[in-house]
T-cell receptor, first 110, second 112 residues
């Protein structure tokens, strides 16, 4: 199966700062999703983005499928953005199965 | 709860006991999934289902069983609980295989 590598593993920001999280895949994927796990453990789907760019408020994501990576941008960070951000990918033919990365632990300080 | 309910939220089992984790969705979605998340790690797929009566193994199926008799319910069964199964279990659903997955709040399971 594919390998999913996320960077950085940990990130500490001051409120109001911007950040970029990266996700690299060992092989091509046609199903790519970003999730946020809040401090209470809930997993929220942020983006389904197999290619291109999407924006949702202060968050945006870009996937360059040909180069096998995706970026998640967080602008004007808030303390409520804290938590773990996971990317996950699935391949053609086995698109039902997502492989998750180990996550980026984000802490936003007031 | 993203249209999916998991019960119980917490459970402590003794080694060798069995239990069923319940998952119910009200979105009429065909695709349902069970994941486990160990401390500090990402999620690993245990089993998935593409519709009523159809299930298949994921990455870590050993020690678990599932059934899918209705579109709404996708229970996960542990037959002989082992300490290695201590984890947080998440159920998820999606309208199709290439659609966003939405997760329940999880079941925190400890086996002592």
């Amino acid at each position: 199966g594919i390998q999913v590598e996320q960077s950085p593993p940990d990130l500490i920001l001051q409120e109001g700062a911007n950040s970029t999280l990266r996700c690299n895949f060992s092989d091509s994927v046609n199903n790519l999703q970003w999730f946020h796990q809040n401090p209470w453990g809930q997993l929220i789907n942020l983006f389904y983005i197999p290619s291109g760019t999407k924006q949702n408020g202060r968050l945006s994501a870009t996937t360059v499928a040909t180069e096998r990576y995706s970026l998640l941008y967080i602008s004007s960070s808030q303390t409520t953005d804290s938590g773990v951000y996971f990317c996950a990918g699935g391949q053609a033919g086995s698109a039902r199965q997502l492989t998750f990365g180990s996550g980026t632990q984000l802490t936003v300080l007031p | 709860n993203a249209g999916v309910t998991q019960t119980p939220k917490f459970r402590i089992l003794k080694i060798g006991q069995s239990m069923t984790l319940q998952c119910a969705q009200d979105m009429n979605h065909n695709y349902m999934y069970w994941y486990r998340q160990d401390p500090g790690m990402g999620l690993k797929l245990i089993y998935y289902s593409v519709g009523a009566g159809i299930t298949d193994k994921g990455e870590v199926p050993n020690g678990y069983n599932v059934s899918r008799s209705t579109t709404e319910d996708f229970p996960l069964r542990l037959e002989l609980a082992a300490p290695s199964q201590t984890s947080v279990y998440f159920c998820a659903h999606a309208a199709w295989s290439n659609q966003p997955q939405h997760f329940g709040d999880g079941t925190r399971l400890s086996i002592l």
